[in-house]
Nanobody
Framework: VQLQASGGGLVQAGDSLRLSCVGS????????MGWFRQAPGKEREFVGE????????RYADSVKGRFTISRDNAKNTVHLQMNSLKPEDTAVYYC??????????????WGQGTLVTVSS
C-alpha cells in the first residue's frame, strides 16, 4: 500500500491541526496505522497508532490527551487530530501501515511526511 500524508502547516501554540493519510488501495483496511514524527536533529519517535478496525488506539505519553487518531476504512484514510499544540510538537509527521503481531506492530509501509511547525 502507498501512503500520502497531508495537512501539515505553521500554527501557533495552543492551536489545533488535523493530519490525514490516504492509502492507495483497499488493503489499507487490513493494516494497523501509526503516526510517527521526527524533529530536527532528533530521532523518529512514535506518536500513536490505531488497529485495523479503529476500536483500539495507543499514544505516546507526550501527546496523550491532546492527540486523537481515527480512521475511515471506507475512504482509506487515517487522521491525526492534534489539539493544544506546543512548540515541541514541531516535526515532520509520518504515517505508516503495519501488521499486528503478538508483541506489537511491524510497520512496513511509510508515507512521505508532512511538516508541522508550532510557533510560540
Amino acid at each position: 500500500v502507498q501512503l500520502q500524508a497531508s495537512g501539515g502547516g505553521l500554527v501557533q501554540a495552543g492551536d489545533s491541526l488535523r493530519l490525514s493519510c490516504v492509502g492507495s488501495d483497499r488493503t489499507f483496511s487490513s493494516y494497523a496505522m501509526g503516526w510517527f514524527r521526527q524533529a530536527p536533529g532528533k530521532e523518529r519517535e512514535f506518536v500513536g497508532e490505531i488497529n485495523w478496525s479503529g476500536d483500539s488506539t495507543r499514544y505516546a505519553d507526550s501527546v496523550k490527551g491532546r492527540f486523537t487518531i481515527s480512521r475511515d476504512n471506507a475512504k482509506n484514510t487515517v487522521h491525526l487530530q492534534m489539539n493544544s499544540l506546543k512548540p515541541e510538537d514541531t516535526a515532520v509527521y509520518y504515517c505508516a501501515a503495519g501488521t499486528a503481531y503478538i508483541l506489537g506492530i511491524s510497520y512496513d509501509y511509510w508515507g512521505q511526511g508532512t511538516l508541522v511547525t508550532v510557533s510560540s
